[in-house]
């Protein structure tokens, strides 16, 4: 091999590798996002879950196991608003503070073993799929 061969296999190399570079790191941008949407969306199932749950307790005349699930469903929620934020989303992360505050109402209500805590479940279950959609784009 003479030194101009070498060369240029080694010029093309290196354009390969600079290629793959560039497309690799173009698509790392759309799937980092990708992720970003799928955890606010699993977020947001499990808070329907546990809220959807705390309604069947409630339901049951169960406070004790409404409490937990609304305890959980909270976290869950309180979960949710920081994905939001730190993906760029403010104004729906600002939206779930009226979903906290009503299910903050339902977990106080089911401690006090009132049934009007149902009903505050429900409405904390509306207020977030109404401020999370569940396709985030």
């Known amino acids: 091999m003479t030194l101009k061969t070498l060369g240029l296999v080694a010029a093309?190399?290196?354009?390969?590798?600079?290629v793959g570079w560039c497309t690799g790191a173009s698509n790392?941008?759309?799937l980092a996002v990708d992720l970003?949407?799928?955890g606010i969306r699993a977020d947001l199932a499990e808070a329907r879950a546990a809220v959807l749950e705390a309604q069947v307790s409630l339901t049951r005349s169960n406070f004790g196991d409404a409490r937990r699930s609304l305890e959980r469903a909270r976290a869950v929620?309180?979960?949710l608003q920081e994905r939001l934020r730190e993906a760029g989303q403010t104004?729906?992360?600002?939206?779930?503070n009226a979903a906290l505050a009503q299910l903050e109402q339902a977990d106080h209500l089911s401690g006090a073993l009132d049934a009007?805590?149902?009903?505050?479940a429900a409405e904390a279950l509306r207020t977030l799929e109404a401020s999370v959609p569940t396709v985030v784009r």
């Open 12 to 18: 093309a190399v290196v354009a390969a590798f600079a």
């Open 28 to 30: 790392r941008t759309s």
């Open 36 to 38: 970003s949407n799928a």
């Open 77 to 79: 929620a309180v979960r």
């Open 91 to 96: 104004d729906r992360a600002g939206q779930l």
């Open 116 to 120: 009007a805590a149902a009903d505050a």
